[in-house]
C-alpha cells in the first residue's frame, strides 16, 4: 500500500498534476473513479505569497478529493518556503509537493521546474529549508534529467531523501524531451533501488497493463497517470481494478461519457463562473468524445458553444443519434 509520511492511499494510483487540467472540478471527478491520490495542478509560490485573486483560488480543495497532494514551484528558497508555510496553514491539502519537472521556459527562466534536475546540492538545500518549516509531508515530482548529458536522477532522489521528502514522483523523460519520445522506465527502477522513500513512476501508462507493467519492472511505489486520464476517467477505474483483482473493466457507452462530462462541466461552472467554463470545459469535451462514433461530426462545433446548454444539446444530441442508430440495428 501506498503511504507517503503519515498519509495511507487506498491503492497506488496517483493522478499526475497537469498544468491548466487539474483544478478541484476535474480532480474530483477522478477522484470519484477510485484514485488513490489526486494532485493539483502546479502553483506559483509568488502567487501565493503575494495573495494573487487567481492563486489564491487555485487553493480550493473539496474535502471529497482528500487525500490530496497540492504541488507548488519556484526557484527562490524563501518565497518558496512562505508559500509552502501557507499551504500547510491554510489549506487542506494532505501533502506538499515542489515541481522539479516542468519543462517549459516560462517556468525553468525563473530558476523553476526542471531547471533544479541540474544541482542537487540546491535541491537538497530547497526540500530542506522547506520541510523544515512544514508539518505535512513534503514529496517532490521530477524528471530523469535536464538532457541526455544531465541525468542526476539518482543524486537528485537522494537529495530529497537526505533533506527529509516523502515521497519522489519520476517522470521518465529529460526536460528536452518534453512529452515526446518513450519514457524510461529503467531510471525509476534504479532510483526506486538508491533510496527508501516510497517512489511514484510517471510516463506511458496509457493502460492497466501498462500500470502493472510499471510496478513490476520498476519496484515503485505507485503509478502515476496524466494524460491517459483526460476525458477518460474510466482509465483510473480500469486501472485500480485490474491491479486488485486482474479483471479488465469493460468501455462506457457514450451516454455513460457524456454523463460524466456534464457532471464535470457543472463542478467547473460552480468553480468558476459559466462563461469561463463552458470555455475551459471545451477541450475536455473534445477528450471524452474520443473513441465515441461519429464524434467527428459535432466536434467542430465544441468550440462555438459558449453556454452550458449549448454544450449540453450538442452532446446530448450526438448519444441520442448513436443511441437511434444502435435500436435501428437491433431491429434489423
Known amino acids: 500500500m501506498l503511504k507517503i509520511g503519515n498519509i495511507e492511499m487506498k491503492n497506488p494510483v496517483v493522478l499526475a498534476p497537469m498544468a491548466g487540467i487539474c483544478n478541484s472540478a476535474f480532480r474530483l471527478t477522478v477522484k470519484e473513479f477510485g484514485a488513490g491520490l489526486v494532485c493539483a495542478e502546479m502553483i506559483s509560490d509568488k502567487g501565493i505569497v503575494l495573495q494573487n485573486k487567481k492563486t489564491m483560488n487555485m487553493l480550493y480543495i473539496d474535502d471529497r478529493e482528500l ?20 499551504v500547510d496553514k491554510n489549506t487542506n491539502a494532505s501533502i506538499i509537493d515542489i515541481n522539479m519537472g516542468c519543462p517549459v521556459p516560462k517556468i525553468t527562466k525563473c530558476d523553476a521546474g526542471a531547471k533544479w534536475l541540474l544541482d542537487p546540492d540546491k535541491i537538497y538545500e530547497m526540500v530542506s529549508a522547506v520541510v523544515d518549516a512544514v508539518d505535512k509531508p513534503v514529496t517532490v515530482k521530477m524528471r530523469m534529467g535536464w538532457d541526455d548529458e544531465h541525468i542526476y536522477a539518482v543524486r537528485n532522489a537522494q537529495a530529497i531523501e537526505r533533506a527529509g521528502g516523502s515521497a519522489v514522483s519520476l517522470h ?161
Open 172 to 332: 521518465g523523460r529529460t526536460r528536452v524531451q518534453m512529452y515526446e519520445g518513450t519514457a524510461n522506465w529503467d531510471i525509476i527502477r534504479e532510483v526506486k533501488q538508491s533510496v527508501n522513500i516510497p517512489v511514484i513512476g510517471n510516463g506511458d501508462v496509457n493502460t492497466p497493463l501498462d500500470a502493472e507493467r510499471m510496478l513490476k519492472e520498476t519496484g515503485a511505489d505507485g503509478v502515476m497517470i496524466g494524460r491517459a486520464a483526460l476525458g477518460n476517467p474510466w482509465m483510473i477505474y480500469q486501472t485500480v481494478k485490474y491491479l486488485e483483482t486482474g479483471e479488465l473493466m469493460g468501455e462506457p457507452s457514450a451516454r455513460e461519457k457524456i454523463d460524466v462530462c456534464i457532471l464535470h462541466l457543472d463542478r467547473l461552472i460552480h468553480l468558476k463562473d459559466e462563461y469561463i467554463a463552458v470555455r475551459e470545459m471545451r477541450k475536455h469535451a473534445a477528450w471524452y468524445l474520443k473513441g465515441v462514433r461519429g464524434n467527428a461530426k459535432v466536434r467542430s462545433f465544441i468550440n462555438e458553444c459558449e453556454t452550458r446548454d449549448e454544450l449540453v444539446k450538442l452532446l446530448y444530441g450526438l448519444v441520442e443519434d448513436i443511441e437511434a442508430e444502435e435500436a435501428v440495428s437491433q431491429l434489423a
Open 67 to 86: 487525500p490530496l497532494s497540492l504541488q507548488i514551484f519556484g526557484g527562490e528558497k524563501k518565497t518558496l518556503v512562505e508559500a509552502a508555510q501557507f
